[in-house]
């Protein structure tokens, strides 16, 4: 009887699963890696998500991030306030403006058919106790608490901007290097 090949992509999905969980490496880069050709086992991440960046402090100050969530005006201008507590103003503003208007468009419920959530896009950094009352959980450590976690599972784009930051600084360094990660790979 010949294998059908829904059976290989399950079982090849839970091979990357493991793998990446034996490995330290996210379930997300090696599928990453996997569909642009590049063996995962030698494949670099550009800064490898490691137990610092991924904590958080009980009450939300540095613990893998920094900054503070900021709640008042639209989308946009949270995480542009957001941006400037990283001193990303100017240029590297406008490379934070592009990369979320390819994203997600400022739309904190934002879902792609990956399941990537919010500003961010955020997929599979959700903590123990950081879902929203739906089930989302793909916001957690860089610097938010589970109580921010929670929120910006829940779609409030403070907390998801202030992710978004953290990430893109523990990442990229910075929204012009996470831009040109996009602009290449269309994907951050």
């Given at each position: 009887?010949?294998?059908?090949?829904?059976?290989?992509?399950?079982?090849?999905?839970?091979?990357?699963?493991l793998?990446?969980?034996?490995?330290?490496?996210?379930?997300?880069?090696?599928i990453?890696?996997?569909?642009?050709?590049?063996?995962?086992?030698?494949?670099?991440?550009?800064?490898?998500?490691?137990?610092?960046?991924?904590?958080?402090?009980?009450?939300?100050?540095?613990?893998?991030?920094?900054?503070?969530?900021v709640?008042?005006?639209?989308?946009?201008?949270?995480?542009?306030?957001?941006?400037?507590?990283?001193?990303?103003?100017?240029?590297?503003?406008?490379?934070?403006?592009?990369?979320?208007?390819?994203?997600?468009?400022f739309?904190?419920?934002?879902?792609?058919?990956?399941?990537?959530?919010?500003l961010?896009?955020?997929?599979?950094?959700?903590?123990?106790?950081?879902?929203?009352?739906?089930?989302?959980?793909?916001?957690?450590?860089?610097?938010?608490?589970?109580?921010?976690?929670?929120?910006?599972?829940?779609?409030?784009?403070?907390?998801?901007?202030?992710?978004?930051?953290?990430?893109?600084?523990?990442?990229?360094?910075?929204?012009?290097?996470?831009?040109?990660?996009?602009?290449?790979?269309?994907?951050?």
């Amino acid at each position: 009887m010949p294998v059908k090949g829904s059976y290989l992509a399950i079982a090849g999905g839970g091979a990357i699963l493991l793998w990446s969980g034996l490995k330290g490496k996210s379930w997300s880069t090696v599928i990453r890696d996997v569909l642009a050709g590049k063996n995962p086992v030698t494949a670099s991440d550009i800064n490898p998500i490691n137990a610092t960046n991924l904590t958080s402090s009980g009450d939300g100050s540095s613990g893998g991030g920094s900054g503070t969530v900021v709640n008042t005006g639209t989308a946009e201008q949270i995480l542009q306030q957001t941006a400037a507590q990283f001193g990303w103003t100017g240029s590297q503003w406008t490379c934070l403006y592009n990369l979320e208007m390819a994203e997600a468009g400022f739309n904190p419920k934002a879902r792609n058919p990956s399941g990537a959530f919010g500003l961010a896009q955020a997929l599979g950094h959700g903590v123990s106790g950081g879902a929203a009352p739906d089930g989302t959980n793909e916001y957690g450590g860089f610097g938010l608490t589970v109580a921010q976690a929670v929120a910006a599972n829940s779609g409030q784009p403070g907390p998801q901007a202030l992710w978004m930051c953290n990430y893109i600084k523990a990442q990229y360094g910075n929204p012009c290097n996470a831009w040109a990660h996009e602009q290449a790979n269309h994907w951050y």
